[in-house]
């Protein structure tokens, strides 16, 4: 499969072949959903706790006698039936914690990516660098390129592109190795380095 190739001005500078296994795949929703599942469970922390009524600080002692008064039987103060007292059945630190086999994940980033480029958003750009570290740079990058939102992947993140882009909440820097389906489908948006196709392609294909 061809793509342009565009400068950091959004002008057309040549054409890269992308490898089809990657960028002209068949999507399979099921497996996309299933992985991002998995991801944003595994961003859970999982540790509310609610205490029970043996967890709750306070006297055991029994309300009122067991018979006589007339009223339901009642033991202690503690008991999930009064207000302050302990909950029945509540949740308790759990890890959330989901690992797909590597090809299943691999799959998914290959059916998003694939997408992405029959809608056109994905942009291979030659010498994908903020060398100034300003994010006013950033900004006239996406504008020039047409993105509100994008997921810049790069091969090697420099200091200075990071701290162009630490205060811009709609965008996100990655290298290959750590591109996810989550955030794919979140920025909407690729900007590529021709480096990072090829490190890319290396991830993917097996």
């Known amino acids: ?3 342009k190739i565009y400068t950091m001005n959004g ?3 040549g054409s890269i072949t992308l490898d089809d296994q990657i960028f ?3 999507a399979h929703p099921q497996t996309i959903n299933d992985v991002v599942k998995a991801q944003l469970n595994n961003q859970r922390q999982g540790t509310v706790n609610t205490r029970t009524r043996g967890e709750i600080s306070g006297t055991t002692k029994k309300m009122f006698k067991q018979k006589g008064t007339g009223r339901a039987r009642q ?3 503690k008991s999930p039936l009064h207000v302050g007292g302990g909950t029945t059945f509540g949740p308790k630190p759990r890890s959330f914690d989901q690992r797909p ?3 299943v ?3 998914a980033i290959i059916g998003v990516l694939s997408g992405l480029v029959q809608e056109g958003s994905i942009r291979v750009v030659e010498g994908l660098e903020f060398s100034t570290g ?3 740079d950033v900004v006239t990058f996406m504008t020039a390129h047409a993105m509100d939102k994008a997921l810049f992947v790069v091969s090697n993140i420099s200091n200075e592109t990071k701290r162009a882009v630490a205060n811009l909440r709609n965008v996100k820097v990655v290298t290959p190795m750590h591109v996810n389906v989550v955030d794919l489908l979140k920025y909407g948006k690729v900007a590529i380095n021709k480096e990072a196709v090829t490190q890319l392609q290396e991830v993917l294909v097996k």
């Open 1 to 3: 499969m061809e793509t």
């Open 105 to 107: 994940v691999d799959r």
């Open 75 to 77: 033991g202690d103060i």
């Open 101 to 103: 086999p590597k090809k």
């Open 24 to 26: 002209a795949h068949a």
């Open 11 to 13: 002008t057309e500078n």
């Open 134 to 136: 300003k994010t006013k």
